[in-house]
């Protein structure tokens, strides 16, 4: 788990602000520019978390398709270029919301995830289900992960899997649907366990304080969303 000293609820808002900006957002008049900046935050995060070359990768794309809904380059063929600007809407509308979903995702545990949404009130309904969720990607990504050596240990290249499309898919999906339902079993267990389930109020050794940094962060993208809508 990588280490980003912000407070749960702000990596929350923030990716609220920028999702919602980046899905709803102009690409005519003077908001442009302030929507470029805010879609753009999720590429600083990634660089901060030592993400260089999927940073910058990403930096490139999101301007890129920024400057290609927002100048029009109509000097191409109408097909070619309704092509182009859906490909570059449809990267700056969904890109950054990943991105920043990723963010989350790398330098928040479970723990604090959890503890985040019940300070804020959250209903169990859905605190548990993104408890579950937090767990249950990683864990599925890396028994794939396993599948995939021990395919390759037994000779499935990527050659013979378009080769053998059915022994692959056969070698592939059903012992990963094995191992999901295994594993989904087991974690409905331990939340119960862990008494995630419980309508009453549970205690946490994880104490949250506003610092002067997520004060900072959250008035400084608050004033990024205003800005875009006033001006």
């Known amino acids: 788990m990588i280490k980003m000293q912000i407070d749960p609820r702000i ?5 609220v602000l920028i999702s919602f900006i980046a899905l709803t957002g102009t690409t005519t008049g003077h908001a442009v520019y302030p929507r470029l900046v805010i879609i753009l935050i999720p590429t600083f ?13 990403c930096f490139f794309i999101l301007f890129t398709g920024w400057y290609i809904e ?3 380059l109509r000097d191409y063929h109408a097909v ?15 890109l950054p919301a990943a991105l920043m979903g990723f963010v989350l995702f790398k330098t928040t545990s479970v723990e604090m995830f959890i503890r985040a949404l019940e300070k804020m009130k959250f209903p169990n309904v859905l605190t548990i289900p993104f408890a579950v969720m937090f767990r249950f990607l990683p864990v599925v990504y890396q028994e794939s992960q396993n599948i995939k050596h ?4 037994r000779g499935m290249t990527t050659l013979q899997a378009f080769l053998h499309p059915i022994r692959y898919t056969e070698m592939r999906v059903v012992p990963l649907i094995n191992r999901v339902v295994k594993i989904s079993n ?8 862990r008494g995630l389930s419980v309508d009453a109020a ?22 990024l969303v205003l800005f875009y809508y006033v001006i």
């Open 202 to 223: 549970r205690t946490s050794l994880i104490v949250f304080k506003m610092t002067a940094t997520d004060k900072t962060i959250a008035g400084f993208l608050i004033l």
């Open 80 to 94: 070619v270029y309704s092509l182009i600007f859906i490909i570059a809407n449809l990267f700056t509308r969904f």
């Open 186 to 193: 087991e974690l409905t267990a331990a939340s119960l366990t």
């Open 45 to 57: 995060c990634l660089l901060y978390l030592h993400y260089y070359k999927a940073g910058l990768l």
């Open 70 to 72: 927002t100048f029009q």
């Open 11 to 15: 990596k929350l808002l923030s990716m």
């Open 150 to 153: 021990a395919m390759r240990m």
